[in-house]
């Protein structure tokens, strides 16, 4: 039992490129997040899934798209990278009965200079 | 939306208590979340206050009280690994969290 993994760890882009964090639960869980966190900052929401085949912007949606194709699998986009999306990426998942309980992943770190 | 308030920084003893507040503006409320972050590390869930009142898990205890739109952690015999950032989050429609800028804080010896 895994819990919830993301990839890559590290990554470092330039501006206007393109790239997917990948996030994966094996908890079956039906819902699923991503975050970014800058320093001083908490815990922002992206976009959220609440199951397969659906997704919905969170508190700082522009910029990124997502997609929930399978259960168990919520993937990040970020079509032109620009200098402000550099961050630490998290994605979490809860499940239906959360009671304020998600389960976050290792995070991944995003340079984009 | 939700905004919360917490202190950025607090410092104390090994041993000791210590309470960490949190003031919420909310619409859409369901609930209070606490989280743990080390450097470098995940967010772990510590509690959640659904009702008003105290929740005990351990050595941390979490409450919540709707009315005054305000609660708080407490973390009893401080130990120096709980040394990290502590982030209150208000719980949202399917189970979204909007979390507070966290506290830092400091055990010492």
């Known amino acids: 039992n895994a819990g919830v993994t993301q990839t890559p760890k590290f990554r470092v882009l330039k501006t206007g490129q393109s790239m997917t964090l990948l996030c994966a639960q094996d908890?079956?869980?039906?819902?699923m997040y991503w975050y970014r966190q800058d320093p001083g900052m908490g815990l922002r929401l992206i976009h959220y899934s609440v199951g397969e085949g659906t997704t919905a912007k969170g508190e700082v949606p522009d910029g990124y798209n997502v997609s929930r194709l399978k259960k168990q699998n919520f993937l990040l986009g970020l079509e032109s990278a620009a200098p402000s999306q550099t961050s630490v990426y998290f994605c979490?998942?809860?499940?239906?009965?959360?009671?304020?309980?998600?389960?976050f992943g290792p995070g991944t770190r995003l340079t984009v200079t | 939306g939700q905004s919360l308030e917490q202190p950025s920084e607090v410092t104390a003893v090994e041993g000791a208590i210590v309470q960490i507040n949190c003031t919420y503006q909310t619409s859409g409320f369901y609930g209070l979340s606490w989280y743990q972050q080390h450097d470098g590390g995940a967010p772990t869930f510590l509690s959640y206050?659904?009702?008003?009142g105290l929740e005990e898990t351990g050595r941390f205890s979490s409450f919540l009280s709707r009315s005054d739109s305000y609660g708080y952690l407490l973390l009893q015999e401080l130990q120096m690994k709980d040394s990290a950032s502590y982030f209150c989050?208000?719980?949202?429609?399917?189970?979204?969290?909007?979390f507070g800028t966290g506290t830092r804080l400091t055990v010492i010896p």
């Open positions: 989050a208000g719980q949202g429609g399917a189970n979204n969290l909007f």
């Open positions: 908890m079956n869980h039906e819902y």
């Open positions: 206050n659904a009702l008003d």
């Open positions: 979490a998942s809860s499940s239906l009965a959360g009671g304020g309980e998600q389960y």
